[in-house]
């Protein structure tokens, strides 16, 4: 019985890492992602990348960018209603003071 406590408390102590994406997290899904692309779209992300790189390199950059400003906080997901049939995205600049 000792042993069964132990054993979930254990898994309960490391199971924190398992809630949240992370940067491998980001990378294997990004791997996987560009794995099921068709030729004609990964031939347009590598020339608007500038030549064959995998996005794993890059799946966090968002994290790490919001990381160093806060400010972006409000950028890295967005909620949609279930009920919702459109997405408007909102775009005000910095320099009027909203962030969308």
């Given at each position: 019985?000792?042993?069964?406590?132990?054993?979930?408390?254990?898994?309960?102590?490391?199971?924190?890492?398992?809630?949240?994406?992370?940067?491998?997290?980001?990378?294997?899904?990004?791997?996987?992602?560009?794995?099921?692309l068709?030729?004609d779209?990964?031939?347009?992300?590598?020339?608007?990348?500038?030549?064959?790189?995998?996005?794993?390199?890059?799946?966090?950059?968002?994290?790490?960018f919001?990381?160093?400003?806060?400010?972006?906080?409000?950028?890295?997901?967005?909620?949609?209603?279930?009920?919702?049939?459109?997405?408007?995205?909102?775009?005000?600049?910095?320099?009027t003071?909203?962030?969308?």
């Amino acid at each position: 019985m000792k042993s069964a406590a132990l054993a979930a408390a254990l898994i309960l102590a490391c199971s924190g890492h398992a809630f949240g994406w992370g940067q491998e997290g980001h990378s294997i899904v990004a791997e996987i992602a560009q794995e099921r692309l068709d030729a004609d779209t990964l031939a347009r992300l590598n020339k608007l990348l500038g030549g064959p790189i995998s996005l794993a390199s890059f799946a966090s950059w968002a994290d790490d960018f919001r990381a160093a400003d806060h400010e972006t906080e409000g950028w890295h997901f967005v909620d949609i209603p279930h009920d919702s049939a459109t997405y408007r995205r909102c775009c005000r600049s910095r320099a009027t003071g909203g962030l969308c």
